[in-house]
């Protein structure tokens, strides 16, 4: 199996199912569409976007579909077995994904979308007053790898990179349609970028003091340091581990302490813990965040640029107030 790009931070986690990087040979024109698989569904919709009706994707984990508990089905292998490329996020975020490769038999090529990304690490403490904070399970708790931050995209700037990546990949799979990925994804990338450029016009407008929330697990930290916000997180990397009381109390401590002005559920996580520490501190309740899977279809939140454009809507009602 050929793979495509590097594994920044979270390699290791790969090695034991992929052969050794290399830069795929150009393939012949085929008939039909070029098989795609997709880890989950914010790579679903890139690929989707980038490879419109040239490419038959399949999303292994879906719309609200919960990527750190996953467990991969038959149908699953069957369904990596018989494609021809597969695009994964990289940086140990797809922790279960090695065993299925090995089960699938799967003999394309792997794309990692996060090649090029500098790797956020979980315990360095951010400058500027975005320091990201979190507490509960450790983090390496479900597999992922040392203290590495595998929520890339969550910075719209890795978000660009991303669709670069996987068009290029796309245009090497499959040359006949080659320049239609690359444009694709170029005008993908600049929309991507557009929209950074908006998201952070609409931080710069708050004050420092409102730069501070809640969320249910460590998943915007690239977007914390990207926007200038400070993230509490209730868990940390994975959202199987519970916060001990203790965890909790120290929580709610801080939130008094540094008044911290809202409580965010994540549509991945439970919203029982962010209502119970509301009710204690009295801190706003906020929508609901998309971070690691994107709304059903139909919703604001189905596309990886809507996902930003509902996020940014949920904070600026909560954090303008």
């Known amino acids: 199996m050929a793979t495509v790009g590097v594994l920044g931070g979270g390699g290791s986690a790969y090695a034991q199912a992929q052969d050794q990087t290399q830069t795929p040979a150009a393939a012949p024109a ?21 490879g419109g009706s040239d490419v038959q994707l399949d999303v292994l984990v879906g ?66 007053g975005h320091a990201h904070v979190h507490t509960g399970d450790k983090h390496d708790d479900h597999g992922h790898e040392s203290n590495i931050d595998p929520h890339a995209w969550q910075n719209l700037a890795n978000g660009a990179r991303y669709a670069r990546n996987i068009g290029a990949a796309l245009a090497a799979a499959d040359v006949a349609h080659a320049d239609a990925y690359r444009q694709r994804a170029e005008a993908y990338a600049s929309r991507i970028e557009a929209l950074d450029a908006r998201v952070k016009q609409a931080f710069a407008g708050l004050p420092p003091e409102r730069r501070r929330v809640v969320t249910s697990h460590d998943a915007f930290g690239y977007f914390g340091d990207a926007y200038r916000m400070t993230f509490i997180s209730a868990m940390g990397v994975s959202t199987e581990a519970e916060p001990s009381a203790a965890d909790v109390a120290r929580i709610i401590g801080q939130i008094r302490q540094e008044k911290v002005p809202a409580v965010f559920v994540e549509n991945v996580s439970s919203p029982k813990l962010a209502q119970q520490i509301a009710r204690e501190t009295g801190a706003r309740v906020g929508g609901t965040l998309y971070s690691d899977a994107l709304a059903k279809p139909g919703l604001p939140a189905a596309t990886y640029l809507g996902m930003f454009e509902w996020n940014l809507s949920q904070f600026m009602a909560a954090l303008k107030q």
């Open 63 to 128: 719309p609200d579909g919960d990527a750190h508990e996953y467990e991969p089905t038959p149908a699953d292998a069957r369904r990596l077995a018989a494609a021809q490329v597969l695009v994964v996020n990289g940086l140990g975020f797809e922790t279960w994904l090695p065993k299925l490769v090995r089960a699938s038999g799967f003999k394309g090529t792997t794309v990692v979308a996060s090649e090029g990304v500098k790797p956020r690490d979980f315990s360095a403490d951010a400058s500027g």
């Open 30 to 50: 085929q008939a039909g569409p070029l098989k795609v698989v997709a880890s989950f569904s914010i790579l679903g919709d890139m690929v989707k976007q980038i």
